[in-house]
């Protein structure tokens, strides 16, 4: 996984995109976890490199960007892996796709009318492909 790039953290936004002024000034773009710091002992530790000093008005940002990756954990000798949200189980699977979509159109307050088989032709083609 990318540092700044991938979507790896508990927010699940790209830190370039939530710090894109930081990233800017980064001297480590396109990096990998695993190159932006080393484990010491128990611990890891953030090797980060900037083009630049950090200007007055970037230093509550900085503070607020080094919380935010003080508090992850990263073990560097276990590989990565893809985990999908919508599913307890972290699997991927057409059925627990559909279910997540049906599940987040009715948390957005949509009709749920809208969702029934004679209304959505993104329904039937989804239900088509499923086999139901």
Request: proline content about 2%.
């Amino acid at each position: 996984m990318r540092f700044w790039e991938d979507e790896w953290n508990v927010v699940g936004v790209p830190l370039k995109a939530k710090y894109p002024r930081l990233y800017l000034i980064s001297d480590q773009h396109n990096q990998y976890i695993q190159q932006m710091g080393m484990s010491s002992d128990t611990r890891w530790e953030w090797r980060l490199q900037w083009r630049r000093l950090f200007f007055d008005a970037e230093i509550d940002m900085v503070a607020k960007f080094m919380q935010d990756i003080e508090g992850l954990t990263i073990c560097p000798y276990r590989h990565d892996k893809w985990v999908w949200r919508g599913d307890k189980s972290g699997s991927y699977s057409m059925g627990s796709a559909y279910k997540w979509l049906v599940r987040e159109s009715i948390d957005e307050n949509q009709d749920t009318y809208s969702m029934s088989y004679g209304n959505s032709g993104f329904h039937l083609k989804l239900c088509s492909f499923l086999g139901d």
